[in-house]
């Protein structure tokens, strides 16, 4: 039976904190983790060591004896546990398996690995109490509430959460304005999923627990929804404000009229201010799209002015602008 360096199993000094132990273990166990190195006989080994050498650095009794015993370990070997000190080791060993002690709050490679054990010094120097005890409180704790899984404190030694899916739902512009619900198959599932009104593109929604299945009870992951807003052939967004174009004759846009302007809702009234130049943007406030988880806030609706001129004109209309364009002193022909 060889002596076992726990301190450089786990690459820190011997006067390490220990909160530096803590974090050298965590980082290891990550490292060769049996989830994270499936069928690897060599990260299953190391990370037994590493599970050993965590259960005795990582609490102050088995530390004390563990550095008081040292390289003395022979010696108490031969005298079956009994040493010439103040601490009597085989007592301390024998009182372990009435007693929960911190260095039970971390469970080993036997919980990864099913049955296996832990090395001759480990049982040697620390007694079959220790071992019985650690067996004991598994078997009475099964949901690891002393657990100190390396992955998170408290967690199940081999739970873990499903992973999380994403996907892509298109609605349409009338469908953002008003809410809607859509109907969508997931995993085999056909899944509601509730579209609040006024949402942007781009945004996601979660369904809790909609993702792929955890492992050995792990919890399911969660679905991302993406909403994507097809485009609108009248209508263009920017934040809560909606943006059109309306046409106006050439004499409503000189002489002033009302005009109708498409709105999600159907058309309204609105007038034109009389000599309105092209690309002039009237505002109808109210007529925009609601404001996301709001109540009744809503953008407003922009509608750009485009001038339409007449065509086919008659002759006596040709006459009239003629006469129009000599009052404002315009050159209509080329002399």
């Known amino acids: 039976m060889n002596y076992k360096d726990y301190y ?54 088995n530390r ?9 370990w ?35 490679a036997e919980d990864y690995f099913g049955g296996g054990e832990f090395s001759d010094f480990f049982e040697q120097i ?18 690891n509430r002393f657990g100190g899984h390396p992955f998170g404190r408290g967690a199940r030694a081999s739970t873990r959460k499903g992973r999380d899916l994403n996907a892509e739902l298109e609605i349409t512009l009338e469908e953002a304005w008003k809410g809607t619900e859509k109907s969508v198959r997931v995993n085999n599932n056909q899944i509601k999923i509730k579209i609040p009104k006024g949402i942007h593109s781009g945004r996601r929604l979660k369904l809790k627990g909609r993702g792929l299945p955890g492992e050995i009870g792990g919890e399911a992951g969660d679905l991302y929804i993406r909403i994507v807003i097809k485009p609108h052939e009248i209508f263009t967004r920017d934040e809560d404000d909606l943006y059109t174009t309306v046409e106006v004759g050439l004499y409503q846009a000189l002489l002033g009229g009302v005009i109708r302007v498409p709105t999600m809702t159907g058309s309204v009234k609105i007038k034109v201010p009389p000599e309105s130049q092209p ?27 485009l001038i339409r001129l007449p065509e086919k004109l008659t002759d006596k209309e040709k006459k009239l602008l003629k006469e129009l364009s000599d009052l404002r002193g315009e050159i209509t022909a080329l002399h």
């Open 8 to 61: 450089k199993i786990l690459g820190v000094s011997k006067g390490a904190s220990k909160a530096e132990i803590k974090k050298a273990y965590r980082k290891l166990a990550r490292k060769y983790h049996p989830d994270v190195n499936p069928d690897n006989d060599t990260a299953a080994k190391r990370f037994k060591e590493i599970s050993e050498a965590y259960e005795v650095l990582g609490n102050d009794e």
């Open 64 to 72: 004390k004896m563990y550095d008081q015993l040292g390289s003395e």
């Open 74 to 108: 022979k010696q108490y070997k031969r005298s079956g546990g009994r040493q010439d000190s103040d601490f009597n080791w085989q007592q301390w060993a024998q009182n372990q398996g009435g007693r929960q002690s911190e260095g039970f709050r971390t469970r080993t």
């Open 126 to 143: 620390f007694g079959g109490n220790m071992k019985r005890e650690f067996h004991r409180q598994q078997q009475s704790d099964p949901d």
């Open 279 to 305: 690309g002039k943007v009237m505002r109808i406030a109210g007529h925009g799209m609601p404001v996301f988880q709001s109540d009744d806030e809503k953008g407003d609706l922009y509608a750009t002015l």
